[in-house]
């Protein structure tokens, strides 16, 4: 199941990095203009609840120094 959520993570998003901490996703994408789109997306390919926090590429080098989980991808 995991494994599909990247998947779909990966072909919505377009992420630059994805990390997964305590059962959350973390999504690093280039910018925020389609994100509203692609949630909107998410929500009618994945129908169980998940935590998803989407970062965009600045947010995510501000963060550098903090705890974001595994990398995935």
């Known amino acids: 199941m995991m494994k599909e959520y990247i998947e779909i993570l990966k072909s919505i998003f377009d992420p630059i990095a994805v990390f997964l901490k305590d059962e959350e996703f ?3 994408v280039k910018d925020e203009k389609n ?3 692609a949630v909107s997306e998410l929500s009618n390919k994945i129908d169980d609840d998940i935590s998803l926090v989407i970062l965009n590429k600045e947010e995510y080098e501000k963060m ?3 705890d974001l989980g595994d ?3």
Do not use: T
């Open 35 to 37: 994100v509203q789109k």
């Open 71 to 73: 990398r995935i991808l």
């Open 26 to 28: 973390v999504v690093v």
């Open 64 to 66: 550098n120094d903090k």
